[in-house]
């Protein structure tokens, strides 16, 4: 059977048709005008979170100009938001069904177990106790995608159980007090090795060169079928705009940062981010420019209705709930990789709330249908800069969950408010 195109909104939120015909451009104050009116009418996507972030950021900026903005502390918070990033990111397919997930910090912890437990006491390769970490977190993705798509358990049951039996697994292959040290320096480069500085230059410029082609195709694209495209100005806009932000955090990391330069040199861009920015074009490419993303967000919006188009809901869900604890497991080896050593508390603590809060202060909707990769990119920004800044504050740990919690529920609010006014504007 043949798979209904379902009728969506693309990343601009212009209505798409199915039929190529000619259609009245808008000009750039036409679009600016529109993208005013969505906001107004409660579509604000991950604008609030921006506007926090840069907020943020000032404020620790003008309390700790000396230290905050340096370029060690930068790399520290590429390097510190790393796990929650990761994890973040994959929560955001679970969260665009409007389910949940609770056991990816286990899972990031599981899969970092049996990756130490593999080079150490099994003797390993790297590459081989990397892919027996991903499956691991393959099969657990699996299993919570069988409950809940096919047995029909609710998702916060499943991924509670799931918490606990994973909690427990680790502790089983670690040992309780135990400590697995990670000294293969492949594992240990990721997160604290850096890319030499001439790479870095390289990597951000073709990435830069591959944002705008791809992103002047798609607006050809549309206008050579009749779909309504955004005004080249805007684009233009947007090139120029990531430009300045991955060239100058390139500019900012190539300096050198070492307390010691003479004993030790550390320069270039951790190793870590373009593997992490490796792994969002790719989830944003799925999400974005296939019919499987697009399929994501049908089950999200309507479960029914898209069952009733012929879509696979069942196989939808379980792949997004895989995807996750795939993500989870990338996560678990960088935080192996960071610590360079795994405990029983591997993907405990506040591993998992963060990881949602920055999917949710990102943008993505709590109630499903709405969400970028993008979203939890930015919302992990926020967790890090709050709890990297409030620490160079001196301020206790009580104090920044506090502060943390406060904006997540403050990110809840305004998706809650922002989908009433939408409904009530009927663009919802």
């Not at 379902?6 to 209505?15: C, F, Y």
């Not at 002047?216 to 806009?237: E, K, S």
Request: charged fraction near 10%; proline fraction near 4%; aromatic fraction near 6%.
């Amino acid at each position: 059977m043949s798979t209904p195109t379902v009728a969506r909104k693309d990343r601009d939120n212009a209505p798409t048709s199915l039929l190529a015909g000619s259609v009245e451009q808008p000009t750039f104050g036409e679009a600016v005008n529109n993208y005013v009116s969505k906001v107004r009418g409660g579509d604000m996507g991950s604008l609030p979170a921006i506007l926090a972030l840069l907020v943020l950021l000032a404020i620790f900026v003008i309390l700790r100009p000396n230290t905050f903005p340096s370029a060690l502390n930068i790399a520290n918070l590429f390097q510190q938001g790393a796990v929650v990033a990761t994890i973040a990111m994959g929560l955001v397919f679970v969260l665009l069904l409007g389910e949940i997930d609770l056991s990816a910090g286990f899972t990031s912890g599981l899969c970092g177990a049996i990756l130490a437990t593999a080079l150490t006491k099994g003797g390993w390769p790297w590459y081989a106790a990397v892919v027996a970490a991903l499956v691991a977190g393959l099969v657990v993705g699996l299993i919570n995608g069988a409950l809940v798509a096919r047995v029909g358990i609710p998702s916060f049951i499943v991924t509670l159980a799931t918490f606990l039996a994973l909690q427990g697994a680790v502790l089983l292959i670690i040992g309780s007090g135990g400590n697995i040290t990670i000294t293969d320096p492949v594992i240990v480069a990721i997160q604290n090795k850096n890319v030499p500085p001439a790479l870095g230059w390289v990597i951000g410029i073709l990435a830069v060169v591959a944002y705008g082609l791809s992103s002047l195709r798609t607006w050809q694209l549309r206008r050579r079928r009749g779909l309504l495209a955004v005004p080249v100005g805007i684009i233009a806009i947007k090139i120029a705009a990531i430009a300045v932000l991955v060239l100058g955090m390139i500019a900012v990391l190539n300096q050198e940062r070492s307390l010691h330069p003479l004993r030790a040199s550390i320069i270039g861009v951790p190793i870590v981010v373009p593997v992490i920015v490796t792994l969002a074009l790719l989830l944003g490419f799925v999400l974005t420019r296939t019919a499987f993303g697009r399929h994501i967000y049908a089950v999200g919006g309507n479960a029914e209705a898209t069952r009733r188009a012929g879509i696979k809901v069942a196989s939808v869900r379980m792949a997004c709930f895989m995807i996750c604890s795939v993500l989870a497991a990338f996560a678990g080896i960088f935080a192996a990789s960071r610590a360079t050593s795994v405990d029983p508390n591997a993907g405990g603590s506040n591993v998992l709330l963060y990881a949602v809060g920055a999917a949710v202060i990102g943008g993505t909707s709590l109630f499903g249908g709405k969400g970028r990769i993008i979203d939890a990119l930015i919302g992990a920004g926020v967790i890090a800069v709050i709890d990297n800044g409030m620490a160079l504050l001196g301020y206790s740990s009580g104090i920044k969950y506090v502060v943390t919690g406060s904006v997540l529920a403050a990110a809840a609010a305004v998706d809650a408010l922002s989908r009433r006014q939408a409904r009530s504007t009927g663009r919802g």
